[in-house]
């Protein structure tokens, strides 16, 4: 669905039917598909009340049925629980329909705030948290495995925040988190295009840019962990670079972390290499790194435990 239909459909919706959208992403955290008695019992209003709604919202598709008698989310109805929530904190209150970037795990669009602010918003679609493969993911998903794309899709878009909420602490050059609600993320607007669309006029600057950025990270003992031409924004005007896209971050100190930065090294590295004949070897830049990089190497189990508490605790 395009946004301008999930505006539409939000644009429908009666203060009752937010209340029961909001209801079934309650119960939800007990059921797969949410029994509409369940609904009625919640809320305490009449039976027919509840399907009259119910009923409107799987036209919009916004719910799915299974049977008469059990209902789930779909996504547009989340995207419209955390717009709403959005617009009443007075984040923003308009949404371009052309979005800015499409991906199979996320959607993003331009949206104006009150103050005359422009922002990105990010619809997270599914999880790619980077310790998703660890024994201790089990714990996160645990009884809430029934709705684990939901669920995913929220821890995905808070650890992203928390990301740019570090990064952007520390200097290094993201762009600045304004709020995150549910499974979307709202920072700031960046004007720049992706690395792999421009023709720099001063690669070298703009490669330094990126390895001092790596270092200011791992002073704060982060590895961005998806670094490519892609996730590197060049504002044309000066050729200051902004990273985005940060669900899968890593912890350095965490077993296995050297790896994934020699991987976005390897990648960043070999960009200039055929895009601009710069021969910057990757042994050079470790070497650069090597004091930066913790000595330690700890289980992702021991390394992320607080932080999946905490987390998980932000999306209850
Ligand atoms: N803060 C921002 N300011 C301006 N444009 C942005 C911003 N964040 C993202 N974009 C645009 O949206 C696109 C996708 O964003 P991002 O890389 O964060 O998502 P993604 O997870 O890579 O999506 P995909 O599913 O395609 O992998 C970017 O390539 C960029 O064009
Ligand atoms: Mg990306």
């Known amino acids: 669905m395009s946004i301008s239909n999930v505006i539409a459909s939000y644009n429908e919706l009666s203060k009752l039917d937010l209340r ?23 809320m305490g209003l009449s039976e027919e009340v509840i399907d009259k709604s119910i009923s409107k919202m799987n036209k919009l598709k916004l719910l799915v049925r299974r ?11 989340y995207d ?12 923003i209150d308009a949404i371009a329909p052309t979005p800015l970037g499409v991906g199979k795990e996320s959607d993003v669009y331009a949206a104006d705030a009150p103050n005359g602010e422009k922002y990105a918003l990010k619809f997270h679609r599914i ?53 995150v609600t549910r ?30 950025a790596i270092e200011d990270l791992l002073r704060i003992n982060i590895i961005h962990g998806d670094l490519n031409e892609y996730n590197i924004l060049v504002n044309p005007s000066d050729e200051k670079i902004t990273i985005i896209d940060w669900p899968q971050w890593m912890y350095a100190n965490v077993k296995g972390s050297r790896v994934i930065l020699m991987r976005d090294l390897n990648i960043i590295l070999r960009h200039f290499k055929s895009n601009y004949g710069l021969n910057v070897g990757i042994d050079a830049v470790m070497s650069r790194l090597a004091p930066l990089i913790p000595n330690s190497e700890l289980p992702p189990e021991k390394a992320y435990s607080r932080l999946i508490k905490r987390v998980t605790s932000l999306v209850k």
Do not use: C
């Open 20 to 42: 029961v959208l909001r209801v079934i992403e309650v119960l939800h955290r007990n059921h797969e598909y949410v029994p509409v008695k369940r609904i009625v019992n919640y």
């Open 67 to 77: 049977g008469p008698d059990n209902v789930r989310l779909t996504f547009p109805a």
């Open 80 to 91: 419209i629980l955390s717009i709403h929530t959005m617009v009443k904190k007075g984040v």
């Open 127 to 179: 999880g790619r948290v980077s310790f998703r493969n660890t024994r201790k993911y089990r714990v996160w998903i645990g009884e809430r495995r029934h709705v684990t794309w939901l669920y995913e899709a929220k821890i995905s878009a808070h650890m992203e925040y928390l990301a740019l909420t570090e990064a952007y602490k520390a200097k290094v050059p993201a762009p600045r988190p304004r709020a």
């Open 183 to 212: 499974h979307l993320v709202a920072m700031e607007y960046v004007n720049g295009v992706e690395l792999f669309r421009v023709k720099l006029s001063n690669p070298e600057d703009v490669l330094e840019q990126i390895i001092s």
